[in-house]
């Protein structure tokens, strides 16, 4: 029988995992299908357990769910704990239900797989204290940097996230405007202003002509956090599409026991040397 699986938020309309997954399953030979479920926050937890009933195998969940949803999961891997988010919920054979976290592993797997670089020893900026950054934070640990800064328009957050992170390497949370005459060898914006359009005032000092900037949103075009990167010569600069592609792969992972290959995903997706406007007409 075909197994369903299926990605929650709300909205849901933009999402691209169901084409990700999709590809997927074609590439691998999995009989499966994946759908999109749009579930306002107030149905989240009954109209999730009914998706449950009706024998749904696996789940991605997205913006606004990813705290909420941990409440219908039996127990949570070590990463979800750490991140206090869930964007994976997995049901085991003996009908109990795991929630993970997957952001982290597919942002270092797409830093490390797909751009080659080197982590170790590096110094980190990651530019706001919400949700991804607290996915992220403990897999770009695991990778042994030298130290990594938080830097959030509200930095009472950044402080609190670097506290609550003490335990992992070198951490501070601090607010924009304190990060003059630093200079980092990764900068990741994991804001949402782009979103809106919106560019937080980030010192250009902070980057150098070796710098990677990260975006970890992504679009058809330069992001606004891309756009003012290369403007400011930043050495390399990246939107999150390949990251959005490894945590899927993650995810496909944890439900089927068989790793997708990603690359000929990654090679075609905008900005790509290789990247076709039929696989950008797919991903649209
Ligand atoms: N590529 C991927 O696979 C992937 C995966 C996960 C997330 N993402 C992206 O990562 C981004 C962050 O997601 P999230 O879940 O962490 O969101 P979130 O929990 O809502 O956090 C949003 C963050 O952005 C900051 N922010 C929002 N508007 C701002 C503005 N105008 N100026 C300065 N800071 C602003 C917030 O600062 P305050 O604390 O001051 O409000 C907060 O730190 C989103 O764009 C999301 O799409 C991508």
């Given at each position: 029988?075909?197994?369903?699986?299926?990605?929650?938020g709300?909205?849901?309309?933009?999402s691209?995992?169901?084409?990700i997954?999709?590809?997927?399953?074609?590439a691998?030979?999995?009989?499966?299908?994946?759908?999109?479920?749009?579930?306002?926050?107030?149905?989240?937890?009954?109209?999730?357990?009914?998706?449950?009933?009706?024998?749904?195998?696996?789940l991605?969940?997205?913006?606004?769910?990813?705290?909420?949803?941990?409440?219908?999961?039996s127990?949570?891997?070590?990463?979800?704990?750490l991140?206090?988010?869930?964007?994976?919920?997995i049901v085991?054979?003996?009908?109990s239900?795991?929630?993970?976290?997957?952001?982290g592993?597919?942002?270092?797997?797409?830093?490390?797989q797909?751009?080659?670089?080197?982590?170790?020893?590096?110094r980190?900026?990651?530019?706001?204290?919400g949700?991804?950054t607290r996915?992220?934070?403990?897999?770009?640990?695991?990778?042994?940097?030298?130290?990594?800064v938080?830097a959030?328009?509200t930095?009472?957050?950044?402080?609190?996230?670097?506290?609550?992170?003490?335990?992992?390497?070198?951490?501070?949370g601090?607010?924009f405007q304190?990060?003059?005459?630093q200079?980092?060898?990764l900068?990741?914006n994991?804001?949402?202003?782009?979103?809106?359009?919106?560019?937080?005032?980030f010192?250009?000092s902070?980057?150098?002509?070796?710098?990677?900037?990260?975006?970890l949103?992504?679009?058809?075009?330069?992001?606004?956090?891309?756009?003012w990167?290369?403007?400011?010569g930043?050495?390399r600069?990246?939107?999150?599409w390949g990251?959005l592609?490894?945590?899927?792969?993650?995810s496909f992972?944890?439900?089927?026991?068989?790793r997708?290959?990603t690359?000929p995903i990654?090679?075609?997706l905008?900005?790509?040397?290789g990247?076709?406007?039929?696989?950008?007409?797919?991903l649209?």
């Amino acid at each position: 029988m075909t197994d369903r699986y299926g990605v929650i938020g709300h909205p849901i309309a933009h999402s691209k995992s169901p084409v990700i997954h999709r590809l997927f399953a074609e590439a691998t030979g999995q009989d499966l299908v994946y759908e999109a479920w749009d579930i306002a926050p107030e149905d989240l937890i009954e109209r999730v357990r009914q998706l449950f009933a009706e024998g749904i195998r696996g789940l991605n969940v997205t913006v606004p769910h990813k705290t909420e949803i941990a409440r219908v999961a039996s127990r949570l891997s070590s990463r979800a704990e750490l991140a206090g988010a869930v964007n994976t919920l997995i049901v085991h054979a003996d009908g109990s239900i795991e929630g993970d976290n997957t952001d982290g592993a597919g942002l270092v797997n797409d830093l490390r797989q797909n751009l080659r670089v080197r982590l170790a020893g590096t110094r980190i900026l990651i530019l706001g204290a919400g949700g991804a950054t607290r996915g992220i934070v403990p897999a770009l640990f695991e990778t042994r940097p030298r130290d990594i800064v938080i830097a959030n328009r509200t930095p009472e957050k950044a402080r609190e996230l670097a506290r609550d992170f003490r335990l992992l390497g070198r951490i501070l949370g601090c607010q924009f405007q304190e990060l003059g005459g630093q200079n980092f060898d990764l900068v990741i914006n994991a804001t949402s202003a782009g979103l809106h359009g919106e560019l937080p005032p980030f010192p250009p000092s902070i980057l150098g002509p070796g710098t990677l900037c990260y975006d970890l949103s992504y679009s058809m075009h330069d992001t606004p956090f891309v756009a003012w990167a290369r403007e400011q010569g930043a050495g390399r600069v990246s939107q999150g599409w390949g990251m959005l592609v490894e945590q899927a792969a993650e995810s496909f992972y944890l439900w089927r026991g068989v790793r997708p290959d990603t690359k000929p995903i990654i090679a075609k997706l905008p900005g790509a040397p290789g990247a076709t406007d039929t696989m950008q007409a797919r991903l649209a």
